[in-house]
């Protein structure tokens, strides 16, 4: 057992060896090739959790600098293909109007009372009403059964009632 975690410590200590020999220079060919610095360090970051998960292939290269890079510049490929696609997949969406509708005053303080439950009202609440989601489908998406967002739903519901009488009443002075 002592082996297998001298093993890790040597590996974790290698690696890290190379992180601090190599990674600014990957931070730089990255920033290159993306022209986004916390891209980069992205990048470079994940170059190296893929190195700390298999240490060995880090060791055994020629020149574990250079399979540093290539790893790091295969990350920075990839990503950059999938934000492409990504990119893609958006310009082909069609456009929505943008042009929201201002929230009435009703709505604000609405929102504002809801903001207030505590969370699992909050978040009844706000499903079952706003987004217009059924008890069931509730119950299922917080591994609940349907009387315990029933009862959420009317606390929820009684403490808003109270909450709104008091701001209408506030608003009427």
């Known amino acids: 057992m002592r082996d297998i975690a001298s093993q890790l410590d040597r590996d974790e200590a290698f690696v890290e060896q190379v992180y601090r020999a190599s990674a600014p220079g990957l931070v730089g060919a990255a920033y290159a090739l993306t022209g986004d610095r916390a891209e980069a360090e992205d990048v470079v970051q994940e170059a190296f959790i893929r190195a700390l998960a298999q240490p060995g292939k880090v060791a055994a290269a ?13 990350i920075a490929r990839s990503r950059f293909r999938r934000r492409q696609t990504h990119d893609r997949l ?9 042009r929201l509708p201002e929230p009435g005053p009703d709505r604000v303080m609405l929102v504002a009372a809801i903001g207030q439950l505590p ?6 609440v706000t499903l079952y009403y706003l987004a217009d989601l059924s008890v069931g489908d509730i119950a299922e998406s917080q591994l609940v059964s349907p009387n315990v967002v029933k009862s959420r739903l009317r606390r929820g519901r009684q403490a808003l ?7 209408r009443c506030l608003s009427a002075a």
């Open 161 to 167: 009632a109270e909450s709104l009488a008091g701001e």
């Open 62 to 74: 020629d020149s574990p600098g250079a399979w540093m890079r290539v790893v790091a510049l295969n």
């Open 119 to 124: 969370y699992e009202q909050r978040e009844a």
């Open 90 to 98: 958006v310009r082909q969406l069609p456009l929505a109007d943008e």
